[in-house]
């Protein structure tokens, strides 16, 4: 299937199931689960069973089915959202903190995504480089993997301007940044920021935990040519939100059933097939902690990084 | 041939099978060879093609995939995105027959290589390093550019190897191809060579029995002949060589047939006159002898001696002589058996030589019947003879002996019949003589011959005559013969041989050798003095004297003597006493030799063993035989005889001289087949020195003085 004919496809299914949710919320009690995806074909079905699952677990409640609704880009996401016709998502930390933040959504529970509760940030730069901290950055240029990225954009940018470094975005990584100034890229891929410090194409590069252990991502001969230079704070690898103006007994139930999740049996193969989530939980201090952080730092950042 | 003798059938199996051989072998080898090649070639040519083809179409294929990945690598190269560039080149490399496929900058350095961490990265494309390096490797490159600008480009790596294998392959599997093409064609090629070799042993033994078999036939046969065998070849009916062959053998075998009978005849016949020879007298006397010895009848013997033969020969030649000897052969083998003499052809009439006949009477014991034959026999004889339109009136002494009456011993028988022919002699002549006992004993005529030539050698009462001895070429004297001359007051003119036997038989040979040589030189010497100092001069002495030291130096005193060289001198040697004598006479030749005294063989040609052997002998001149000089108006093999002698002469350098020469057509021939020196009644009579001081002076003309040495003619 070349891409042109995946995009109308997938801009077909979206209108579909707008259509159907539109249609839902005159009729009571469906529930419509969304999510950001460029590839609704393949993530519907990853989808699909909790989707049902949870239908099943809030039937009480007078849910009668739960719909699901992906959509390409984040803004049109939030746009759905902000209409009310998204109840649920599951984000990223930053893209809840997004949803929350320009759309009045509310967190709702902690996904352990890929079995990971929490995940943290590395800053990491090539052997041979007199890079030490964050603090040497100032003229050098850092890789970023994507603009929608929490672990390796939005969570470590915001770390640089906390930092008090002025980060100016650049066409190409062989760019050098204004005097005074870093220089960021986004390399498209976690494996293009490794291989762009290997070989000395950017100064610094950032990966989440989880990539860097990954050695299809960052080969063991890079690691050993690599050195950390900082650690982001940990958060958390997935976050539920809801639409703030969902039932609360509903969000309550929806809460419950996925808290409970971990210890149905029946369940279990429905959680895994949703990205290898081992459980949902609830958002711990430091989590919450580091997406008020996020928040405070969101309009700076926009600012920013515009 | 040495070692292996192949019958003539194996050699036409061996020469036609070879021949098969040879050519098959050639032609084998000319085709395999040009198969050889031609399928090499074809091998190399196909599979080289194929290869370049797929070569080509490799590269073909290489191009429109790089072209392919630098269409793709365009956004990847433009955002530097290494996964997605990473997946193209992992993706290109899976391709088969990618060798390896890489991304480079603008600048040719490697961007992506593929690989995880990108080692190459940095690298400059064309140096990159392709593992097995003798691989064959197509290097195809494609730009990637956006918009007009260039920001790099794909190089992949075409492995060759395939197009490589598939030649390869398709070369092993011509090459198999053609092997096989080339067994069978081996196959068909020793069937044919089997095929031909049988067809081969087939003609072979066709020929062998169109040809080798009657040819073995007639080899058998000719060996056969050569045995004794006499009777007719094996019929061969045929046109060809072998029947050819055939006919010449029967007429061979015929030849042989009538030869040995003739060479029988000849062996105890006289030449001349048909009758007995000597030999065959002898031989029958013998029979005669036994016959009694066992009861036999006795038988007379008459010894027959003509008188005054010697006249003829001395006035008409040597011919007229032999005619004349015929004549009186004739005259008295037809008395003898038609005037009733002749009882149940019991006499026989034979030729012991020259001018002696005999004739054996079986039956005849008494001296009455013996006398009776002998008056036939004068008056017979009593009529003239005409020879060359002279008539000659001669007589014949005749001695008459019996047997056993007067001896039983053929040579005693002889001795008596010639003692009693010279009783007839002494008695007036033309008449005969029974022998008695009263011969033998001192009075003897034989004696009487002994005294009388010992007083005549004492007396110096023996004559020399000299018989000249020109050069061929142009008629020079160059030497004179010596002949010795004895005329007796009784006898008259005693034949040299007869005398010379005596003085042998009583030891006075060396006495007779000794008056000859003091003789010659004597008048040799005056020679010189009267001007004819080249001239040589030629003694006959019995070689068998020259084993005795008296005569050598007998010779060497005189030629001191006489201040001759050896040179001058020649010693005559008769043929048939040089094979007994010479070669124990070595001392005598070596003194010779020593003198400078040559020696020539007399009266050459008679006897094979001399011939054989004459390159051994130590003489230095032939004189040929008289006979063959005077075959050579008469008869081809006589001229061959003379011709033949004298080549083979002049082949181990001796010179020849020919005896006897009598007519201008001998000389002519002579001169013709190159002969050195001749003598005869042609050029001059024997004679006396007076005379030859006359006739020397007449033929001074040409004559250069000069003595003509061996060595002139020894080529």
């Not at chain 1, 990225?149 to 190409?172: C, D, I, K, N, R």
């Not at chain 2, 890489?102 to 400059?124: A, C, K, M, N, P």
């Not at chain 2, 003194?591 to 400078?596: A, D, P, T, V």
Request: hydrophobic letters at 45%.
């Amino acid at each position: 299937m070349g891409p042109e004919l995946a995009k109308q496809l997938r801009q077909i299914i979206a209108v579909l199931l707008l259509l159907c949710a539109t249609s839902a919320t005159a009729a009571p009690r469906v529930l419509v689960l969304g999510a950001v995806h460029d590839d609704p074909n393949e993530h519907y079905a990853a989808l699909k069973p909790i989707a049902d699952y949870v239908a099943a677990a809030l039937a009480p409640t007078g849910i009668e089915s739960v719909e699901i609704v992906i959509v390409p880009d984040r803004s049109q996401m939030l746009n759905l959202m902000r209409d009310g016709r998204i109840d649920w998502i599951s984000e990223t930390a930053f893209g809840a903190v997004h949803l929350v933040e320009r759309a009045g959504a509310e967190f709702l529970a902690r996904r352990w995504k890929d079995g990971t509760a929490e995940y943290r940030s590395l800053f990491f730069a090539h052997n041979d480089s007199d890079i030490e901290t964050l603090d040497d950055l100032a003229g050098r240029t850092v890789a970023f993997e994507h603009r929608n990225s929490t672990s390796a954009f939005f969570a470590p940018a915001v770390m640089l301007g906390e930092q008090g470094l002025t980060l100016h975005a650049m066409a190409s990584p062989r760019e050098a940044p204004p005097p005074g100034s870093s220089g960021y890229v986004f390399s498209g891929a976690e494996y293009n920021t490794a291989v762009w410090v290997d070989k000395g194409i950017v100064d610094v590069g950032v990966l989440s935990e989880s990539n860097w252990r990954d050695a299809e991502t960052v080969p063991p001969a890079f690691i050993e040519r690599f050195r950390i230079i900082a650690v982001s704070e940990p958060m958390p690898r997935a976050v539920e939100v809801v639409r703030g103006g969902l039932d609360a007994d509903v969000a309550d139930a929806l809460r419950e059933a996925l808290f409970a999740m971990h210890e149905d049996a029946a369940a279990l193969q429905v959680l895994n097939a949703f990205e290898g989530t081992a459980r949902f939980d609830a958002l711990s201090d430091t989590d919450i902690d580091t997406l008020s952080r996020i928040r405070e730092a969101l309009p700076g950042f926009r600012e920013q990084f515009p | 041939m040495s070692g292996l003798r192949l019958s003539l059938t194996q050699r036409y199996a061996l020469l036609i099978n070879g021949t098969i051989l040879v050519v098959i072998v050639l032609l084998g080898a000319l085709f395999l060879n040009k198969i050889k090649d031609t399928s090499a070639e074809i091998r190399e040519q196909s599979g080289g093609e194929l290869a370049s083809r797929i070569e080509s179409q490799l590269v073909e294929n290489g191009q429109r995939l790089a072209d392919g990945l630098a269409e793709r690598a365009v956004n990847p190269l433009y955002a530097l995105d290494m996964r997605s560039l990473r997946d193209m080149l992992v993706e290109a490399s899976a391709s088969d027959g990618i060798e390896y496929a890489v991304v480079t900058d603008t600048e040719g350095r490697i961007l992506h290589d593929g690989s995880l961490t990108i080692e190459s990265f940095g690298q400059q494309a064309r140096w990159l390093d392709v593992g097995d390096t003798e691989a064959p490797l197509a290097r195809v490159s494609a730009p990637v550019s956006l918009g007009g600008e260039q920001l790099g480009a794909v190089h992949i790596g075409v492995s060759l190897t395939p197009a490589l294998v598939q030649g390869e392959r398709m070369k092993t599997q011509l090459g198999d191809l053609m092997a096989a093409r080339t067994r069978d064609m081996m196959t068909s090629m020793a069937i044919y060579v089997l095929v031909l070799l049988l067809a081969g042993l087939l003609l072979a033994a066709v020929i062998s029995r169109r040809f080798a078999t009657p040819i073995r036939q007639l080899a058998d046969y000719a060996r056969e002949v050569g045995r004794g065998r006499r009777d007719a070849p094996p019929a061969m009916e045929r046109g060809d060589e072998i029947g050819m062959l055939a006919a010449s053998l029967d007429a061979m075998s015929r030849d042989l047939r009538l030869s040995a009978g003739e060479v029988d005849y000849l062996a105890y016949h006289d030449s001349l006159t048909r009758l007995p020879n000597r030999a065959q007298f002898k031989r029958l006397l013998r029979e005669e002898v036994e016959r009694i010895r066992v009861g036999g009848r006795g038988f007379g013997v008459l010894f027959i001696d003509l008188d005054q033969f010697k006249q003829v020969n001395d006035t008409l030649g040597h011919e007229a002589g032999d005619e004349f000897l015929t004549i009186v052969a004739n005259r008295l083998s037809e008395r003898l058996q038609t005037a009733g003499l002749d009882y149940d052809g019991e006499l026989t009439l034979a030729r012991l030589g020259g001018d002696e006949f005999t004739v054996l009477a079986r039956g005849v014991t008494e001296p009455a019947r013996g006398e009776q034959l002998a008056a036939a026999v004068i008056e017979t004889l009593a009529e003239p003879i005409e020879v060359q339109a002279q008539a000659f009136s001669i007589g014949a002494s005749i001695g008459i002996t019996f047997c056993p009456r007067d001896g039983d011993d053929l040579n005693v028988l002889l001795r008596n019949a010639d003692r009693a022919m010279y009783r007839a002699k002494e008695a007036g002549r033309n008449t005969f003589c029974v022998y008695d006992r009263s011969m033998d004993g001192t009075a003897t005529r034989q004696l009487s011959l002994e005294a009388d030539l010992r007083d005549v050698l004492n007396a110096n009462d023996l004559t020399l005559a000299y018989q000249p001895i020109v050069r061929v070429t142009d008629g020079a004297v160059v030497a004179v013969e010596a002949l010795c001359r004895w005329h007796h007051p009784v006898l008259g003119y005693v034949q040299p041989s007869r005398f010379v036997q005596i003085a042998e038989q009583s030891g006075q040979i060396e006495h007779l050798d000794q008056f000859v040589v003091s003789q010659l030189l004597h008048d040799l010497s005056q020679l010189h003095d009267e001007g004819f100092a080249h001239l040589a001069g030629s003694a006959n002495i019995a070689s068998l004297h020259l084993r005795k030291p008296a005569i050598l130096e007998h010779i060497a005193e005189r030629l001191d003597y006489y201040q001759l060289d050896g040179e001058h001198l020649r010693i005559e040697v008769r043929e048939k006493n040089v094979m007994r004598h010479l070669e124990h006479a070595s001392v005598g030749a070596r003194r010779l030799r020593e003198l400078g005294v040559p020696i020539w063989i007399d009266d050459f040609g008679t006897r094979i063993a001399t011939l054989k052997h004459i390159d051994v002998l130590p003489v230095s001149g032939i004189k040929i035989h008289s006979e063959f000089i005077d075959g050579i108006s008469a008869g081809q093999n006589q001229r061959v005889v003379a011709q033949a002698i004298t080549e083979m002469c002049h082949n181990i350098g001796l010179p020849v001289t020919a005896e006897g020469v009598e007519h201008q057509e001998q000389l002519e021939y002579l001169q013709e087949i190159g002969a050195d020196f001749a003598q005869g009644y042609l050029f001059a009579r024997p004679m006396p020195y007076d005379d030859l001081l006359g006739y020397l002076r007449r033929q001074r003309k040409g004559d250069d003085g000069r003595l003509i040495l061996l060595s002139d003619y020894i080529r």
